[in-house]
């Protein structure tokens, strides 16, 4: 694709990626059959290659509007299209790109800008975060049966494993996960400490900058990276990994080298860490061997495997969690359109609630299809979004796995 960016952008660090992203483009659309709001929409400008026509416009100099701004808005950044564009472009870093640069020319109405900014402070604030979950959880029995549904029941916390082993590493806490799933890092450390490995939780590592850096809040975002960088640091030097549990924070931690690569101060150092962060998943399948040893299989329990998109299109992690639940003795079902989106996608399926509700019940439906006796996952933002409205039990991943240690002797 042949541009011609404006002058404004031109020579600097994001001009010149983006230029070098669009270039790669070769206009072929087969983005767009893999696109979720594309085949909700059937709108051009509501696929990758019509966005990607819009943010070149701006980048050259056109005027966006708030019509632009809204395609963009509605793009749920799952990076299928990377997964199948046969020219690698870099979409969701274009994205990012254009977003930020078409939010400084047009704005949002002050409504928006106060709803954006509140979530922003409730949800990446675990200290915000808790107390809100828990006055909500208490006044549940008082609300209207659809309200009441939405709210996530209470999780008695379960005991993490002691640190007591030579082999270390270190673990994301995260913003929401430990008020609203506290067991499923707890889980980790009991599956890693039987594998003899201690997973240590480190005072300031909660949130990744992903709420922020999707919300039009890239300085905050970038604040919250330093941040979370100076936390690991001093704990870094002989541990393994830093380990996620939620895919989503995974690949924020990823795109530090993006985000801070203008950051003299700090650009090695994300480097460093991005290179360090594991998926729980990958993980375990690097000690397969270990916890076959630890795990019985279990009797055949058929389960469905949601793959959220942050884990298949964002970190290009596929099938290893699938491969360690089939070595454990679970029976997966088949879950057709598996590549798509549920609608959660951060704090999607609250900014564009019709789109993220429609795809969420076509994902449940998928899910549920197989008639699975659970339903596991790999994001709490993807299991906080699927849980209202499911019938079927659904859980991490790394819950069921730690059943199968506990039944052991």
Request: with cysteine; glycine share 8%.
């Amino acid at each position: 694709m042949q541009t011609n960016l404006a002058d404004f952008i031109k020579d600097t660090p994001d001009g010149r990626e983006a230029d070098a992203i669009l270039r790669s483009c070769v206009h072929c659309g087969f983005c767009n059959a893999t696109c979720p709001t594309y085949q909700l929409l059937g709108d051009e400008r509501d696929g990758p290659r019509g966005r990607i026509y819009l943010i070149k416009q701006v980048l050259e100099g056109a005027r966006p509007t708030e019509r632009t701004q809204t395609h963009l808005d509605r793009c749920l950044t799952c990076r299928a299209c990377e997964t199948t564009c046969p020219s690698g472009v870099r979409y969701a870093r274009l994205a990012d790109i254009g977003r930020a640069v078409i939010a400084a020319q047009v704005g949002r109405p002050a409504r928006e800008r106060l709803r954006r900014g509140a979530l922003r402070r409730a949800l990446a604030e675990p200290r915000v975060f808790a107390p809100l979950l828990a006055l909500g959880q208490a006044l549940a029995p008082l609300l209207p049966a659809k309200l009441r549904a939405r709210v996530p029941a209470r999780v008695p916390r379960s005991d993490w494993a002691p640190l007591r082993h030579a082999r270390r590493m270190l673990v994301l806490e995260g913003c929401v996960q430990p008020s609203l799933a506290p067991n499923i890092n707890a889980a980790a450390s009991r599956v890693l400490d039987r594998l003899g490995i201690s997973l240590e939780r480190v005072p300031g590592a909660g949130c990744c900058g992903a709420i922020d850096f999707h919300l039009d809040a890239g300085d905050t975002a970038r604040r919250r990276m330093r941040s979370l960088i100076d936390a690991w640091w001093p704990r870094l030097e002989g541990a393994e990994a830093i380990v996620f549990t939620a895919s989503g924070c995974g690949m924020m931690l990823k795109d530090y080298v993006y985000a801070l690569a203008d950051d003299a101060a700090y650009r090695d150092k994300a480097r460093r860490i991005a290179a360090s962060c594991r998926d729980l998943s990958e993980v375990l399948l690097a000690n397969r061997d270990a916890l076959r040893a630890v795990c019985r299989p279990a009797t055949a329990r058929r389960v469905a495997f949601h793959s959220p998109c942050s884990l298949q299109h964002g970190l290009r992690i596929r099938g290893a969690v699938e491969t360690l639940l089939g070595e454990l003795g679970y029976e997966l079902t088949p879950v057709p359109d598996a590549h798509l989106c549920c609608g959660s996608a951060g704090t999607y399926s609250i900014l564009q609630p019709e789109l993220s509700q429609r795809l969420k019940v076509a994902k449940q439906t998928a899910l549920n299809c197989g008639r699975p006796e659970e339903i596991l996952t790999a994001n709490i933002g993807c299991l906080t979004h699927l849980h209202t409205g499911l019938q079927t039990r659904i859980r991490h991943w790394i819950e069921a796995v730690d059943e199968r240690i506990a039944t052991v002797a």
